[in-house]
Protein backbone atom coordinates (compact mmCIF):
# COMPACT_ATOMS: atom_id res chain seq x y z
CA UNK A 1 0.00 0.00 0.00
CA UNK A 2 3.09 2.20 0.08
CA UNK A 3 1.94 3.76 4.10
CA UNK A 4 1.30 2.65 7.48
CA UNK A 5 -1.01 4.48 10.54
CA UNK A 6 -0.25 5.61 13.83
CA UNK A 7 -1.45 7.34 16.50
CA UNK A 8 0.18 9.26 19.28
CA UNK A 9 -1.95 10.80 22.51
CA UNK A 10 -0.72 13.64 25.10
CA UNK A 11 -2.36 15.60 27.13
CA UNK A 12 -2.06 19.17 27.35
CA UNK A 13 -3.47 21.13 30.28
CA UNK A 14 -6.09 18.50 30.95
CA UNK A 15 -7.13 18.21 27.14
CA UNK A 16 -6.43 14.80 25.58
CA UNK A 17 -5.02 15.61 22.17
CA UNK A 18 -4.82 12.64 19.51
CA UNK A 19 -2.05 12.63 16.90
CA UNK A 20 -2.96 10.64 13.49
CA UNK A 21 0.20 9.84 11.17
CA UNK A 22 0.97 8.55 7.61
CA UNK A 23 3.78 7.11 7.29
CA UNK A 24 4.13 7.62 3.42
CA UNK A 25 6.65 5.77 1.47
CA UNK A 26 9.60 8.11 -0.15
CA UNK A 27 9.91 6.43 -3.00
CA UNK A 28 9.07 7.32 -6.21
CA UNK A 29 6.71 4.58 -7.20
CA UNK A 30 4.28 6.20 -4.33
CA UNK A 31 4.56 9.93 -5.44
CA UNK A 32 0.76 9.24 -6.82
CA UNK A 33 -0.38 8.50 -3.66
CA UNK A 34 0.70 11.13 -1.47
CA UNK A 35 -1.55 13.57 -2.25
CA UNK A 36 -4.38 11.17 -0.46
CA UNK A 37 -2.43 11.16 2.14
CA UNK A 38 -2.20 14.95 2.45
CA UNK A 39 -6.25 15.73 2.46
CA UNK A 40 -6.80 16.97 6.05
CA UNK A 41 -3.48 17.08 7.25
CA UNK A 42 -3.02 19.97 10.17
CA UNK A 43 0.86 19.06 10.24
CA UNK A 44 3.74 16.67 8.15
CA UNK A 45 6.87 15.35 9.07
CA UNK A 46 9.70 15.14 7.09
CA UNK A 47 12.11 12.13 7.55
CA UNK A 48 15.64 11.99 6.10
CA UNK A 49 18.47 9.21 6.81
CA UNK A 50 21.66 10.33 8.37
CA UNK A 51 23.06 7.53 6.51
CA UNK A 52 21.96 8.18 2.99
CA UNK A 53 22.81 11.24 1.49
CA UNK A 54 20.37 11.05 -0.99
CA UNK A 55 17.56 10.55 0.98
CA UNK A 56 19.15 14.28 2.06
CA UNK A 57 18.54 15.42 -1.05
CA UNK A 58 14.44 15.02 -1.27
CA UNK A 59 14.01 16.96 1.31
CA UNK A 60 13.30 19.78 -0.82
CA UNK A 61 11.18 17.98 -3.21
CA UNK A 62 8.78 16.00 -0.32
CA UNK A 63 8.53 19.79 1.48
CA UNK A 64 7.04 21.73 -1.97
CA UNK A 65 5.15 18.47 -2.86
CA UNK A 66 3.80 19.22 0.96
CA UNK A 67 2.87 22.93 0.68
CA UNK A 68 1.32 22.26 -3.30
CA UNK A 69 -1.28 19.73 -1.96
CA UNK A 70 -2.08 21.74 1.67
CA UNK A 71 -1.04 25.03 1.48
CA UNK A 72 1.13 26.37 4.43
CA UNK A 73 1.04 23.93 7.21
CA UNK A 74 4.10 23.36 10.32
CA UNK A 75 6.15 21.23 8.66
CA UNK A 76 9.24 19.25 11.10
CA UNK A 77 12.05 17.83 9.59
CA UNK A 78 13.99 14.77 11.35
CA UNK A 79 17.15 13.67 10.70
CA UNK A 80 17.05 9.73 11.20
CA UNK A 81 19.40 6.77 12.28
CA UNK A 82 21.28 9.14 14.14
CA UNK A 83 22.11 6.01 16.24
CA UNK A 84 24.78 4.48 13.09
CA UNK A 85 26.50 7.44 12.56
CA UNK A 86 29.19 9.48 14.73
CA UNK A 87 28.06 12.79 16.32
CA UNK A 88 30.35 14.74 13.73
CA UNK A 89 29.39 12.99 10.79
CA UNK A 90 25.85 14.52 11.22
CA UNK A 91 26.32 17.46 8.73
CA UNK A 92 24.66 19.81 11.12
CA UNK A 93 25.39 22.77 9.08
CA UNK A 94 23.46 21.44 6.17
CA UNK A 95 20.56 20.99 8.03
CA UNK A 96 20.03 23.98 9.70
CA UNK A 97 20.55 25.86 6.40
CA UNK A 98 17.78 23.90 5.03
CA UNK A 99 15.70 24.20 7.70
CA UNK A 100 15.99 27.85 7.70
CA UNK A 101 15.74 27.82 4.00
CA UNK A 102 12.44 25.99 3.75
CA UNK A 103 11.06 26.95 6.69
CA UNK A 104 10.56 24.14 8.75
CA UNK A 105 8.70 24.32 12.75
CA UNK A 106 11.55 22.31 13.83
CA UNK A 107 14.22 19.93 13.01
CA UNK A 108 15.15 17.18 15.28
CA UNK A 109 18.04 14.48 15.64
CA UNK A 110 16.25 11.06 15.94
CA UNK A 111 16.66 7.13 15.79
CA UNK A 112 13.56 4.89 15.87
CA UNK A 113 15.63 2.21 16.21
CA UNK A 114 16.18 3.47 20.76
CA UNK A 115 13.49 6.35 20.12
CA UNK A 116 16.08 8.88 20.69
CA UNK A 117 14.34 12.42 19.44
CA UNK A 118 10.91 10.58 18.58
CA UNK A 119 8.59 12.10 21.18
CA UNK A 120 10.48 15.25 22.05
CA UNK A 121 9.54 16.09 17.86
CA UNK A 122 6.03 14.71 18.85
CA UNK A 123 5.64 16.85 21.49
CA UNK A 124 6.66 19.70 19.43
CA UNK A 125 4.01 18.91 17.00
CA UNK A 126 0.94 18.36 19.27
CA UNK A 127 1.65 21.32 21.38
CA UNK A 128 2.16 23.50 18.00
CA UNK A 129 -1.31 22.16 16.73
CA UNK A 130 -2.65 22.13 20.15
CA UNK A 131 -1.67 26.20 20.63
CA UNK A 132 -2.88 26.81 17.17
CA UNK A 133 -6.52 25.55 17.14
CA UNK A 134 -7.59 25.33 21.53
CA UNK A 135 -9.50 28.29 20.66
CA UNK A 136 -11.55 26.47 17.66
Not at 30 to 52: E, L, Q, W
Not at 84 to 110: M, N, R
Not at 111 to 119: H, L, P, Q, R
Request: net charge negative; aromatic share 14%.
Amino acid sequence: MGAQFSKYDEDIDGNNCKLFFWDIAGQREFDFMRPTFYKGSKAAIIVFSHTSPESFEHISEWNEDIKTHTGDLPIVLLGNKTDLVDEKDLQEEKVQQIVKELGFLAYFKTSAKTGNGVYTAFQAIIQNLYEKYKEA
